[in-house]
């Protein structure tokens, strides 16, 4: 067949429900096409071959015949040239449909791995299933990144990802690895951790993990860790808080997601890292579609280049091909040889890809196991294959058929201009969504904080303004000891601006920037959200951890909220400065008096059932939700 002559086919499939893949001389000597039954490529195809053979060629084609078809997909290209000339081949009514990611362009597009899919009509085990498919697979990344791997790491690893996934979903935070990071290397921001949790058991597991793990115990994760957080490009793909990629969309709209990870540009371990969150994501997409009527699920096609780099003994791949098909995912994965796969791996794919297609395998030593796999072809014709043909092994039906050999089509010249300008319009404005976000979770920006300080922040602005009172917020580099912002009063004097967001559950911030209006000799105005003005109240009235048990007052045991290692044990001067709680509700920012803190929950529950039980208190009576010891219970 000439260029021109596949150019034709392969653009001619758009209403076809067959997948085209080669042609062969038939037993009259006619050219015919070798073709497979779309329905039966959900049941995945596993494409073997050394370079140069037409392995990745093959797969380009199958690809453009999908895209012809209007359907979704999603590339995994680590090496080569193949997205190019997927895009110069690109039907024009595909282009906007396109999404581009690639970490050596900028702006790098930010993906979220511990960012779950989750659905408002999932039950509590769809929503753990979730959390497992995210855990296994960044479980399975991290061993095969490591070379002195150990299952005390994993179960650590395991318990911090579990809780900052449990966040996510049942608070609706927006936790990153980077904060999983923070937690192995910072043993305040650990301790945090522990009294943000409400599950119970993943609290017991934390706390294991802080009492029995030493610095020293923890090295060779914190090494592992920092290898990844130090490389400032894989940094700014897994550090915003939000993905730029929504995968659940491209699943579901039919959307062509393109990774672009060629390791020649971004090297090993960050091709080996995006790739790997690319497709674990894809899988949580597809498996969130889990309450919706089969039939209402829409096809969609991964295609994975170089597998061997992407999965391990522990990762979701054995379990995706044996359930994405329920979920209308069709797999086509693509490697060199199959000794590279991990044992797991290669059963999985062995026994889950019901079709097979391989090109040359002579002088591999998996030629024993090829020709077992495929019916009525010995050795002697996969050896003598050469370039460019192909044996296929189609799913059995009622009887198992022969095996065929095939040409694969040739490639045709296409027009590349216009390449370029797809990437970056299919990547640029999904990227600079996040780009301050990434800046900000890693702590260089402007009035240090997460976007919802940000935001906080903004609207105090707003409504301090209205009121007459000028403002004038800070900008704020990377460690810089400044408030938020100056606020001028009515008799002349500036206040600090402080907006208390996530720092509630770090006490001891809210304390050094209570400490900075005493050092500066000004009245603090610290903002808040609806609802936290009462935790604040607690932090700043009484400056000490009422849960802990070191030292006897008045008012019962304590211990000093420590920051980086160091006590705040200047109490008693810190209740003599000057400030005042702004909380904001809805675009009302009104003054918290200082009265008894009442529970929150009385607007709900009677105070006899919460006596019994409440959902914020736990086994020592301690009340999470206002920072100290159950009110009701002191009464």
């Keep these: 067949m000439t260029p021109e002559e596949a150019q034709n086919l392969i653009e001619s499939t758009g209403n076809q429900s067959i997948t085209y893949l080669g042609s062969r001389k038939s037993m009259m000597g006619v050219e015919e096409n070798v073709t497979l039954d779309d329905d039966k490529r959900r049941t995945h195809v596993l494409n073997v071959g050394p370079t140069g053979h037409g392995k990745t060629q093959l797969l380009l084609h199958v690809a453009l015949q999908d895209a012809r078809k209007g359907r979704g997909l999603c590339i995994i290209n680590p090496k080569g040239e193949m997205i190019d000339e997927f895009l110069a081949k690109l039907p024009e009514d595909r282009v906007e449909d396109v999404v581009y990611v690639n970490p050596a362009q900028e702006p790098v597009t930010p993906i979220n791995v511990l960012e779950p899919h989750i659905t408002?009509?999932?039950?509590?085990?769809?929503?753990?299933?979730q959390k497992e498919i995210i855990v296994s697979d960044l479980i399975d990344l991290f061993k095969r990144q490591s070379e002195n791997w150990g299952d005390q790491f994993g179960r650590v690893l395991e318990t911090l990802l579990r809780a900052h996934l449990d966040q996510n979903i049942k608070h609706d935070e927006s936790k990153t690895l980077v904060d999983v990071f923070r937690c192995v290397i910072n043993e305040d921001e650990l301790s945090d951790l522990v009294d943000r949790i409400q599950d119970s058991v993943i609290r017991e597991q934390l706390v294991r993990v802080k009492e029995d793990m030493s610095s020293y115990d923890l090295e060779p994760l914190q090494r592992r860790l920092n290898d990844f957080v130090m490389n400032a490009t894989i940094r700014r793909v897994i550090g915003a808080e939000d993905s730029g990629v929504d995968f659940k969309e491209v699943v579901d709209e039919g959307k062509i997601l393109l990774v672009d990870i060629r390791k020649s540009d971004i090297g090993e371990t960050t091709s080996e890292l995006v790739g790997s969150i690319a497709?674990?994501?894809?899988?949580?997409?597809?498996?969130?579609?889990?309450?919706?009527?089969e039939d209402q699920r829409t096809p969609f096609y991964l295609y994975v280049d170089e597998l061997q780099n992407f999965g391990?003994?522990?990762s979701n791949f054995t379990k995706m091909l044996s359930e994405a098909r329920e979920y209308r995912l069709g797999c086509w994965l693509a490697t060199q040889y199959l000794h590279q796969l991990a044992t797991e791996m290669r059963r999985a794919?062995?026994?889950?890809?019901?079709?097979?297609?391989?090109f040359d395998p002579s002088g591999t030593e998996d030629i024993n196991r090829i020709a077992g796999m495929l019916h009525g072809l010995d050795r002697d014709t996969l050896t003598s294959m050469g370039k460019y043909r192909a044996a296929v092994q189609k799913p059995a039906e009622r009887t198992q058929q022969n095996a065929i050999t095939f040409d694969?089509?040739?490639?045709?010249?296409?027009?590349?201009?216009?390449?370029?300008?797809?990437?970056?319009q299919s990547s640029a404005?999904?990227?600079?969504?996040?780009?301050?976000?990434?800046?900000?979770?890693?702590?260089?920006?402007?009035?240090a904080g997460s976007k919802k300080h940000q935001e906080l922040l903004a609207q105090a602005e707003k409504q301090l303004e209205e009121r007459g009172f000028q403002t004038h917020l800070f900008h704020q580099g990377h460690e810089e000891e400044k408030p938020d912002g100056h606020v001028h009063l009515p008799d002349g004097e500036l206040a600090h601006l402080e907006a208390e967001c996530q720092t509630l559950s770090k006490p001891a911030k809210v304390l050094k920037n209570l400490?900075?209006?005493l050092e500066e000799e000004r009245e603090v105005l610290f903002v808040v959200e609806e609802g936290n003005a009462a935790k604040l109240e607690n932090i700043v009235s009484d400056p000490v951890n009422r849960r802990g048990s070191e030292y006897e007052d008045e008012n019962g045991s304590y211990s000093y909220y420590t920051?980086?290692?160091?006590?705040v044990t200047d109490v008693e001067v810190l209740k003599q400065v000057e400030y005042r709680i702004l909380e904001l509700s809805g675009e009302e920012l009104q003054e918290r008096q200082k009265t008894e803190m009442e529970c929150p929950e009385l607007e709900y529950s009677t105070r006899e059932d919460l006596e019994v039980a409440c959902l914020y208190r736990n086994e020592d009576d301690f009340c999470t939700e206002l920072g100290t010891k159950c009110v009701l219970l002191e009464l």
């Design 429 to 447: 404005d999904r990227a600079s969504r996040t780009e301050l976000q990434i800046e900000q979770s890693l702590g260089n920006q402007a009035n």
């Design 515 to 517: 400490r900075r209006g």
């Design 563 to 567: 920051d980086d290692g160091e006590s």
């Design 349 to 358: 794919v062995s026994n889950n890809c019901r079709t097979k297609v391989f």
């Design 120 to 129: 408002d009509d999932m039950n509590t085990a769809q929503r753990e299933n």
């Design 279 to 293: 497709i674990t994501k894809i899988w949580a997409a597809a498996q969130s579609r889990i309450a919706e009527p």
């Design 408 to 424: 694969t089509y040739p490639p045709w010249n296409a027009d590349y201009s216009d390449v370029e300008q797809i990437k970056r």
């Design 312 to 314: 391990g003994e522990g």
